[in-house]
C-alpha cells in the first residue's frame, strides 16, 4: 500500500517568509509524528498528534512553529518568519496507534532552504 | 535528561564480515528499541523492532537487546555494499509519547 507522503519535497524559502508543509500518513494510521533532521545531525522530535486528543508539542523549538492535523489524517507542518537555522530536512512518520510497542514509518521528507 | 548514544563511526568493514552497531540508552524504563538504516539525502527505514531482552533475527539482520546493561546492538551478517548507510538507533521511554533517536552511526562495506 501507500506509504506516508509529504510535501513539497524541497521548498526554498527567503528569511522571514511563512511556510507550510504537509504530510499524508499511511491510511489507518492514527499516530503522526514530525522530526526534524538538520545536516549530520540525528532527529529531533518536533510535535505528535494521536486521533483526537491533544497533540504533545513538547519539541517544537520555538512559538513560529505549529501543526495541526485535520480530520485526523493530513498534518501541516507551519513555521512562521522563517530563520537560517529553520534549514533542514522536515521528516513525518506515521505508526498505528500511540504505544510504544508501534512501529514508525517515515515519508519521504521535505528539505527546507531558507536563505 | 533522556539519552541515546552511538558510536559515530565510521565503522568500516569488508564485503562479507559481521558488522556490530551498539547503542546504549539510559532510561531503565525504555520499553522498545527500533533500528532504522538511512541512506544519504534519504528517509529513515526501519529495519527492525526489538522488544525483549536477548536476540531477535530477522534475515542477515540481529537485534540482541540487554536491559540491565541498557544496551542494544544490531548485527549484520554477510555485509554488502549495498548496506553502506547510517543506522539510526531509537528508543521509547514508557512514560510518554517520544520516540528518542541517536545520531546514527555511518557503516561502509568495502568491496
Known amino acids: 500500500g501507500a506509504g506516508v507522503s509529504q510535501s513539497p519535497s524541497n521548498k526554498v524559502t527567503e528569511k522571514g517568509k511563512d511556510v507550510e508543509l504537509r504530510c499524508d500518513p499511511i491510511?489507518?494510521?492514527?499516530?503522526l509524528y514530525w522530526y526534524r533532521q538538520s545536516l549530520g545531525q540525528g532527529l529531533e522530535f518536533l510535535i505528535y498528534?494521536?486521533?483526537?486528543?491533544?497533540?504533545?508539542k513538547s519539541g517544537l523549538p520555538s512559538d513560529r512553529f505549529s501543526a495541526e492535523r485535520t480530520g485526523g489524517s493530513v498534518s501541516t507542518l507551519t513555521i512562521q518568519r522563517t530563520q537560517q537555522e529553520d534549514s533542514a530536512v522536515y521528516l513525518c512518520?506515521?505508526?498505528?496507534?500511540?504505544?510504544?510497542?508501534?512501529?514508525?514509518?517515515f515519508g519521504p521528507g521535505t528539505r527546507l532552504t531558507v536563505l | 535528561q533522556k539519552e541515546v548514544e552511538q558510536n559515530s563511526g565510521p565503522l568500516s568493514v569488508p564485503e562479507g564480515a559481521i558488522a556490530s552497531l551498539n547503542c546504549t540508552y539510559s532510561d531503565r524504563g525504555s520499553q522498545s528499541f527500533f533500528w532504522y538504516r538511512q541512506y544519504s539525502g534519504k528517509s529513515p527505514e526501519l529495519i527492525m523492532s526489538i522488544y525483549s531482552n536477548g536476540d531477535k533475527e530477522d534475515g542477515r539482520f540481529t537485534a540482541q537487546l540487554n536491559k540491565a546493561s541498557q544496551y542494544v546492538s544490531l548485527l549484520i551478517r554477510d555485509s554488502q555494499p549495498s548496506d553502506s548507510a547510517t543506522y539510526l538507533c531509537a528508543v521509547n521511554w514508557n512514560t510518554g509519547n517520544q520516540f528518542y533517536f541517536g545520531t546514527g552511526t555511518s557503516l561502509t562495506v568495502i568491496p
Open positions: 512518520a506515521s505508526s498505528w496507534r500511540q504505544s510504544s510497542y508501534n512501529e514508525q514509518f
Open positions: 491510511s489507518g494510521h492514527t499516530a
Open positions: 498528534f494521536q486521533g483526537n486528543s491533544a497533540p504533545d
